[in-house]
Structures are given as structure tokens and as C-alpha cells.
């Protein structure tokens, strides 16, 4: 029943790069940000259903397992969900398709009412105006005695890492300067006093780090 | 003859914790940042000529020894020097006691006007008044055929990679979360790009990251 949190920043802890438009709204560096995780056949399987078994399988991938495995309840903030790039568009179900690779409720947090999104594989999106701990309440309701994942946005994350929330929190750094962006550990001094922190080196060059209580 | 610089940054890439005072010129969250690097036996034997042999002598250790190789002139900023810290004291020599552990010519950055300050081993403090490139000039003169070191402060050193001068950037990154501070690489996007980059864990829990062109 773990909080759990999964985020790809870079070497000077950039999270969300700088430079995000309507037509690229993660950024031109997110390509670079996260090469080494989408070029994991977990990736390629769970998030492109590409099921031609080409991708990586050393240690990045193995830690794309694991971020599937367990999790009973995610929570979003809305600008991941889409939102804030398609703020018009009633019919907007997320960037994800008609197979998101979730399969468990997904509770979006937003201050905008909007009926229950439901799809065939298990993924449910739900609206909900609250804070982080009243959103955590609900997820772990769904979740039982599974994990919860708070996945993202950088803004969101960081609200429940300074809530004191996240019981572990991984981080792959790529080696790579981003130089400006949204930094996932600004203002959280001392966050990892909390936790016991291990890190591991992966062939593709990026660098693991766990913090865990 | 390559121009070297050596650093330890935090998992949130700060070189220089925010909260410096003059009775605490680093800063409180120095020694952690630091704890590793200091605890090597190298830095207790060059640095606080502690010659109990005690200290480490692991990963971190064998990067502390390389700090000390090869090393023919130092260029370092008024602030590390300790003008700014201490800019009414007339006889003030620098942080590192009678026996700096340079050995070799140090060109300190600095607007004021100053004697030549020597040592005994082979250390002398030289002040100019320079553009990075021209205080580059003169340090490789010193150096020959040695390499040339770029020590800190941050400001300095991030004023000579955006100038495209430094060959080798090594940092120690601790896995700890300052949260505020300077940090190493803000605005310097790409930086990545010109060098081949490698990293290397410590049993410290240190992470070695080197970029080399």
C-alpha cells in the first residue's frame, strides 16, 4: 500500500523541460530527457503496443517492469491528463488512445467537473477538485493492497513529496543538461533525510536513484 | 594540456548551498554535500595534512587522488580565495593555512589589485584582473605541458564552460536534495552534447559523472 512515484529528470534535475507549445507540449528536450526509457521494450509493449519484442532489456527495462507491477490506483494532475493542451475540446480523452497503459481507476485532479471516462482495459479517469491528501484517501480505496501511483505532472509530484506522501520516489537521471525547466527538488531541502537512497548505473548510461521508506 | 574542472554537486545539481554566512562561508549544507569527498583519505592527506592514514579508499578516494595528478596552474575566483568573505583583512592568505594544497601557480580572478602571495611548496597566489580566455592564456603559460584547473567558485567555473574552455568536467554528485543554492548547470543547455559522458558509483553512494571531450 505504498505511495509510489516514477519520474525521468535530468543531470541538473530538470523534470519537464522548458520549451513546452501546443504542438510539442512536452518540450523539444523530452526526446532527450527520456530516450533511454522509451527505447525499453517495456515501453514499447505497455505504452505504443508495439508487440514486435524489439527494445531494450538490461536495466532500464527491468525498472519499466516495475513500474507497472502493483499499482492499484494512480492519480494524475490535469495538465498530464491533457487539459491544458486541449482546454476546448469536449470529446478529449487523454493522450493515451483507446488503451491506456494504466488498467486501474486513475483519479485527475482538476477543478473542472467532467463525467467519469471509463475504457474497455480497466482504466477509468475521474474528475476530482481535491488535495493531495483527499485524493490519496480515494485512490487508496480503489487501490486496496495494491500501490498507488501519483504519476505526474512535475507540479503535482512535488506537492505530495512536500506533503510528506510518497513512500518511494525513483528517479532515472539521464545524463543530460536541460539547463532550464521544471525542477522536480526545488525548495525540497532535505527531502532525502527521509529516506534510504540506493542508486544504479544503467548500460544506456542513465543513473537509477531510489529513495525508500 | 587539457583544462580540468572538478566539482561536488547535489541530485538537484547545486554547487553552492544557498544559505552561506561569514561565520559559515559554505554554507550549513556544505558538509553534507561535501561528506563523502571528505571523508577520502586524499583529501585528509592534501587537504588537512591529516597523515594518520586513515580515511577512504574506495571509489571516491581514487577520484580524489586524480584531483591532485597532473596539475600545472589552478585559476580560481575571488569569492573561493575568501576576498569576499573577508575583504577588509589586508594579510588575509587564503583559506588553506601555510601549506595550500596547489603546489603550483594559482591565478585568483579579481578586480583589486594585489601582490604575488607565495609558499614554500611551491604555491603562489596571483591576482588579475581577466576575461576567462586571457586568464586561461597566462595559467597555460605556467602549466606547459601540465593540465590547467579551473577549482570553483561556481560562478567561475560555469563562466568557463559557457565559454567552451573546459575538457574534462567531473562531478561528484551526493544524493542528497539542497533544494536551493547555485547550481551548476542552469542555462547551459546541451552542454552534454560536446562531450563523451560516463559514470561511475561509489560504496559512498556517491555518483562519479565525468564529461570528456
Known amino acids: ?3 509510489r512515484v516514477d519520474l525521468n529528470i535530468s543531470l541538473d534535475g ?3 523541460p522548458a520549451d513546452q507549445t501546443p504542438d510539442n507540449p512536452m518540450g523539444e528536450d523530452w ?3 527520456v530516450a ?3 527505447a525499453t521494450k517495456t515501453f514499447r509493449e505497455r505504452v505504443l503496443h508495439d508487440d514486435s519484442g524489439q527494445g531494450t532489456t538490461g536495466v532500464d527495462d527491468r525498472y519499466g517492469r516495475a513500474y507497472f507491477e ?3 490506483a494512480e492519480i ?3 495538465a498530464m491528463f491533457g487539459f491544458h493542451s486541449f482546454p476546448d475540446d469536449p470529446d478529449w480523452r487523454g493522450w493515451w488512445g483507446e488503451e491506456p497503459p494504466f488498467g486501474v481507476p486513475v483519479i485527475v485532479l482538476t477543478h473542472r467537473e467532467h463525467a467519469d471516462i471509463e475504457f474497455d482495459n480497466g482504466t477509468r479517469f475521474e474528475f476530482l477538485n481535491a488535495t493531495p491528501e483527499e485524493a490519496l484517501a480515494r485512490a487508496r480505496e480503489y487501490a486496496g493492497d495494491l500501490d498507488v501511483r501519483v504519476g505526474g505532472g ?3 509530484v512535488r506537492s505530495f513529496l512536500a506533503a510528506g506522501l510518497v513512500d518511494q520516489l525513483h528517479v ?3 545524463p543530460v543538461i536541460l539547463g532550464r525547466g521544471v525542477r522536480l527538488f526545488d525548495e525540497l531541502r532535505g527531502l532525502d533525510l527521509g529516506y534510504t537512497v540506493s542508486s544504479e548505473l544503467s548500460e544506456s548510461g542513465a543513473i537509477h536513484v531510489t529513495f525508500a521508506r
Open 1 to 3: 500500500m505504498a505511495v
Open 14 to 16: 530538470v523534470a519537464a
Open 31 to 33: 526526446g532527450r530527457l
Open 36 to 38: 533511454a526509457y522509451t
Open 70 to 72: 502493483g499499482i492499484g
Open 76 to 78: 494524475m494532475g490535469a
Open 154 to 156: 512535475v507540479s503535482v
Open 172 to 174: 532515472m537521471v539521464s
